[in-house]
């Protein structure tokens, strides 16, 4: 992705989601599991279920998994995750940072990276 459009889709991203605060919806009333966190310069810290997918969007937001997620998707720019297990990381816009202890069982997590300065590492 070019400078200017990597500039272009932080600049909508940060228009999108500036002054919101983190919100964050455990959706189990049907069993899906679904932890959905939006917003702005937030931390929060989520227990995960082997069934959980994870979607966090914003900015500046500081995000710790508990427990085997199915997988975790991070949109915006400035974000810190942290995941104990996973078996999927995707990850889009800027300047992202996702830290895995493991993926699921003894394989590791299917990774999709795009935009920029976007890091994804194993804790080890």
Same mark, same amino acid.
């Given at each position: 992705m070019n400078r200017k459009l990597g500039t272009a889709v932080f600049m909508m991203v940060a228009c999108a989601f500036g002054p919101m605060t983190a919100v964050a919806q455990d959706d189990d009333a %049907?069993?899906?599991g679904n932890i959905d966190i939006t917003g702005s310069g937030e931390t929060a810290t989520h227990?995960? =279920?082997p %069934?959980? =997918?994870v %979607?966090? =969007?914003g900015e500046s937001n500081t995000?710790?998994?508990t427990g085997e997620c199915k997988s975790v998707t991070v949109n915006g720019s400035g974000n810190?995750?942290?995941v104990e297990a996973t078996r999927a990381i995707s990850v889009t816009g800027s300047s992202n940072s996702v830290t895995y202890t493991r993926g699921h069982g003894k394989s590791k997590p299917k990774i999709s990276r795009t935009g920029m300065d976007n890091k994804i590492t194993q804790e080890k």
């Open positions: %049907e069993g899906s227990a995960c =279920t %069934e959980s =997918t %979607e966090i =969007t995000v710790t998994l810190k995750v942290k």
